[in-house]
């Protein structure tokens, strides 16, 4: 709980998962919370990702070709 990923740049066509907990996503202009269960297609813009309580996620990422 209350850690942070910090803002960073779309690696590619990605998803999350949350396989446990709360978390919420944020970008410039939206935020989402997500709770266990939850799945979400990750924005294609810069974003971060908070640990609203204990949590695991499975991210998902299919990387750019280059």
Same mark, same amino acid.
């Given at each position: 709980a209350g850690h942070k990923l910090a803002e960073h740049e779309n690696p590619g066509a990605a +998803?999350?998962?949350?396989?446990?907990?709360?978390?919420?996503?944020?970008?410039? +202009?939206a935020k989402a919370a997500l709770a266990t269960g939850d799945y979400t297609i990750i924005p294609p813009e810069r974003h971060d990702l908070t640990a609203l309580e204990d949590s695991a996620v499975l991210l998902t990422v299919v990387g750019r070709a280059g």
């Open positions: +998803t999350l998962l949350v396989l446990s907990g709360r978390v919420e996503i944020a970008t410039a +202009t």
